[in-house]
């Protein structure tokens, strides 16, 4: 089956540093792939779509200068956190579509703390 | 725009019973696909059941079925025989195709008891 891997599983850091995660579907292509972000108790929430080989579009409210996106290849697209601070602390998720299966199959997450 | 209501923040139901967590979605578009993910403690998303809006037929995955009221938007899941294992958040999704973002309800904390 299709399997999207996450790495880190978990980080921690101090404020003003920045964090990258990494989103791989491992054995399929994705052009496009989703990053979603979830507080403790509450739903996912969608920060923007990755675009292989072009910019990510931004969900309204999500600075694109702090959580900066690469999609540089098929199977690999990646979130940076800038600049983290604690309120950063999250669980950041992500997911992939598989179109000849018509489902989108989702990361392991990473719970991100900021000291 | 799409959205997803989830009006049941926490749902119980004892093992081997039946139960059913509502979903609400509003959308402009004729063509979407609904969805209930579900999130155990180790907070991987598993996909639950979909349903294409096109089909009259009501999605059913063994013990999961849903309850797909298009002039009412509304999509139910229902669970039978209950099992200590279907316990998590269970969100209600929408999106307009397989490519396209999801949006998501609020979700509903299903406990199982024995």
């Known amino acids: 089956g299709a399997v999207v891997s996450q790495h880190p599983s978990r980080v921690i850091c101090k404020s003003g540093t920045s964090v990258k995660i990494e989103c791989r579907s491992l054995d399929f292509q994705a052009t496009t792939m989703f990053w979603y972000r979830q507080f403790p108790k509450q739903s996912l929430m969608l920060m923007a779509t990755?675009?292989?080989?072009?910019?990510?579009?931004?969900e309204q409210g999500v600075e694109k200068d702090k959580f900066l996106i690469n999609h540089a290849s098929l199977t690999l697209s990646t979130l940076t956190v800038t600049s983290a601070h604690p309120e950063d602390s999250s669980f950041y998720i992500c997911?992939?579509?598989?179109?000849?299966?018509?489902?989108?199959?989702f990361g392991p997450g990473t719970r991100l703390t900021v000291l | 725009a799409q959205t997803v209501t989830q009006s049941q923040p926490e749902m119980s139901v004892q093992e081997a019973e039946t139960v059913t967590l509502s979903c609400t979605y509003d959308t402009s578009e004729s063509d979407y696909y609904l969805f209930w993910y579900k999130q155990p403690p180790s907070r991987q998303m598993i996909l639950v059941i979909r349903?294409?809006?096109?089909?009259?037929q009501n999605a059913t995955e063994n013990r999961f079925s849903v309850n797909f009221q298009k002039a009412a938007k509304s999509f139910s899941l229902k669970i039978s025989d209950s099992q200590l294992g279907d316990a998590a958040m269970y969100f209600c999704a929408a999106n307009t195709g397989t490519a396209s973002k999801l949006t998501f309800g609020t979700g509903t904390r299903l406990q199982v008891t024995l």
């Open positions: 349903q294409e809006a096109y089909k009259q």
């Open positions: 997911s992939a579509p598989v179109t000849s299966r018509n489902e989108q199959f």
């Open positions: 990755s675009n292989e080989g072009s910019k990510a579009t931004y």
